[in-house]
């Protein structure tokens, strides 16, 4: 099976900072990951996503970093603004796995 | 979210009574899923469809079952609700499977009392 976690349950950062949120993933074989943002009351939305032939991948104000020696996932939020305040979730797809396994999610906290 | 539409979006049911939440779908997707969202526990999948009446299993099926009679409708149906089923339901969309990520509904809060 997989296994998929994040560091940190909450993180705060001040509106105008790089924001960098984490995520730990077990199976080495693991080939797709996404990064997901969740609004209170909201499904979670689609934000951006890696193969495993990549280490890195940009979209706007987004970056997705790959680590694959250590099994590792970063999302980073460049000039984090309030409207980036929600959960965070990655999910990774393995092989031909029929479904993604998804994080427990981090909640990023923008202070103005 | 355009293109997928759960129903109801709260729902409050008695121990033991049955419960049908429905998803449904304008993109002509294949895949739809049912997941639940837990504290704690994140996104866990309950049953998927590759197709008409195509299901199968996710991680956490038990007391729950499925049927897709049409492309656009997927149903999740308590059959007994507990306690424990008390969640925020989301259904999911693919056009090609997980390789390339799901469209989620706005998802349906049920509280089991």
């Known amino acids: 099976g997989e296994n998929v976690g994040l560091h940190l349950p909450t993180l705060s950062v001040q509106e105008g900072d790089n924001s960098i949120i984490n995520c730990a993933y077990s199976n080495s074989a693991s080939d797709y990951f996404i990064w997901y943002k969740q609004e209170s009351g909201k499904g979670p939305q689609f934000i951006i996503d890696?193969?495993?032939?990549?280490d890195k991948r940009q979209g706007q104000r987004v970056t997705v970093l790959l680590n694959k020696t250590v099994k590792h996932l970063s999302l980073q939020i460049a000039a984090t603004q309030p409207g980036d305040s929600a959960v965070y979730f990655c999910?990774?797809?393995?092989?031909?796995?029929?479904?993604?396994?998804f994080g427990t999610g981090t909640r990023l906290q923008v202070t103005l | 979210d355009a293109g997928i539409t759960q129903s109801p979006r709260h729902k409050v049911t008695e121990t033991g009574t049955p419960v049908t939440l429905r998803c449904h779908q304008t993109e002509n997707h294949r895949y739809m899923y049912w997941y639940r969202q837990d504290p704690g526990h994140g996104l866990r999948l309950i049953h998927y469809?590759?197709?008409?009446?195509?299901?199968d299993k996710g991680e956490v099926s038990d007391g729950y079952s499925v049927s897709r009679s049409k492309t656009e409708d997927f149903l999740l149906t308590l059959e007994s609700a507990t306690s424990s089923q008390t969640s925020v339901y989301f259904c999911?969309?693919?056009?090609?499977?997980?390789?390339?990520?799901?469209?989620f509904g706005s998802g349906t809060r049920l509280t089991v009392v």
């Open positions: 890696i193969r495993s032939n990549m």
């Open positions: 469809s590759y197709g008409v009446k195509d299901t």
């Open positions: 999910a990774v797809i393995t092989g031909t796995a029929s479904k993604l396994t």
């Open positions: 999911a969309i693919s056009e090609n499977g997980p390789a390339v990520g799901y469209t």
